[in-house]
């Protein structure tokens, strides 16, 4: 038996066992890593200084910048997405069921999430088209394979919509609607809150954390489902049953399946102590399928209860918005299958070790 508590390196360790992983995303002794915000480019020199997001930081900050947007993502809140959310699946099925099908990541899976995290924070309809095009090259510039210089003009795509979110807040400050942008701006003077800096991280994040990674779940599923067509066939007599097959889906597909901490001092784990200052790496991936935990762990199971999987980790950097790509996948699926699709070639995976998805699936719609 090899111990679930790896050092891998001086200094870094991975931890690959569930009861182990949820102990470390719940335990206070193990923290962020704070880097600091690069400095914007000439080009861009009228943004204000970057300040890191909730992603990277602790308490007292993370608590602060948290419970500014806490309340948008909680289900009751979300409900009046949920109108949106079909009916932009819908368009978007149009013209994917008048083609005939095509590659299911570009024209479904991609834009769906982006375009839900536009209307959410207030991006005017006239400017989605550019809103979308800058999240496909930011998602790019996370993606290895690709050339540097493809990789250069996703960075450069990161700041321009750094530069967007900054001119629209300027103009929302004037102008504000019934949106996350204008609530955070109304905030914003408050002493303590919001500095500009923290607004446009926390825009881009909500942007970033919830985009790719929910077009992963969106794609991954709907591969799986194919491939088990005895779960589609009774996820179609009995659609309630989605709710179950999505937790499924995250937990069998892990769209983040790499998380991380760093030890403040040094923690006894079993028989081994994690010093102080050392880097965890904790294997989302291998925890939901832990046979401790899950039964027959290898096996895609829509009936599986309890599912207390961590694809949304756990403690207080729990996944903001999993309420909010629950509901998503679960409109993007119940849609996407009244029709009866098959595969037309095989999927390529991105070949990114954190972030598990597609690049491509190419479907043809049969009727
Ligand atoms: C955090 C997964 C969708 C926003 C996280 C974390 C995970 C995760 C594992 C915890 C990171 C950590 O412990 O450091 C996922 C998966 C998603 C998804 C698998 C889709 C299938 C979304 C969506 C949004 C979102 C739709 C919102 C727009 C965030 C934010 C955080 C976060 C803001 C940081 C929370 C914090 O640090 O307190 N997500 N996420 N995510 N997620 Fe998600």
Redesign the pocket.
């Known amino acids: 038996q090899t111990s679930p508590i790896k050092e891998l390196a001086p200094g870094q360790w991975m931890i690959l066992n569930y009861h182990d992983v949820r102990t470390i ?1 719940m335990d206070d002794r193990f923290i ?1 890593r704070t880097p600091v915000p690069r400095t914007p480019p000439p080009k861009f020199h009228t943004l204000p200084v970057l300040s890191p ?5 602790n308490p007292p900050d ?1 608590t602060r ?2 419970s500014l ?1 806490n309340r948008a ?1 909680q289900p009751k809140h979300l409900e009046r997405l949920r109108p949106y959310i079909a009916e932009l699946a819908g368009e978007l099925l149009d013209s994917f069921v008048n083609n005939g099908g095509g590659n299911l990541v570009e024209d479904y899976a991609f834009p769906l ?1 982006a375009l ?2 536009a209307e ?1 924070l207030g991006v005017p309809a006239k400017d989605r088209s550019l809103f979308r095009s800058l999240s496909q090259k930011i998602a790019l510039m996370i993606d290895p394979t690709q050339e540097p210089a493809i990789r250069q003009q996703g960075q450069e795509a990161r700041w321009e919509l750094l530069d967007y979110f900054h001119h629209l807040a300027q103009h929302k400050k004037q102008n504000p609607g019934d949106d996350l942008l204008s609530a955070l701006l109304q905030v914003q003077g408050q002493e303590g809150t919001l500095s500009a800096g923290e607004l446009l991280t926390m825009s881009l ?3 970033v ?3 790719e ?2 077009t ?2 969106i794609s991954l599923g709907t591969y799986r489902l194919l491939m088990t067509p005895s779960a589609l066939d009774e996820l179609r007599l009995n659609p309630a049953l989605w709710t179950s097959a999505v937790e499924e889906c ?1 937990r069998f597909e ?3 399946q790499l ?3 760093m030890a403040q001092q040094d923690v006894r784990m079993g028989d081994q102590i994690i010093p102080e200052g050392a880097s965890v790496t904790l294997v ?1 991936a291998q925890a939901n399928r832990d046979p401790v935990v899950f039964s027959n762990p290898d096996t895609f199971d829509i009936h599986r209860h309890p599912n207390m999987h ?13 309420s ?2 629950r509901m ?2 679960t409109i993007a699926f119940s849609q996407l299958f009244r029709y009866t699709l098959e595969l037309h070639g095989d999927p390529v995976f991105n070949p990114n070790v954190l972030l598990r998805g597609l690049k491509s699936l190419p479907l043809i719609v049969k009727g």
Do not use: Q, W
């Open positions: 995303l962020k997001s909730m992603l990277v930081t993370h910048l948290r947007v993502f999430p839900v995290i959410l994040l909500l942007l954390a919830g985009h990674t929910t992963n779940l995250l892990s769209p983040v998380d991380g901490r989302l961590l694809a949304f980790g756990r403690g207080i950097h729990m996944c903001l918005g999993a909010l790509a998503e996948a």
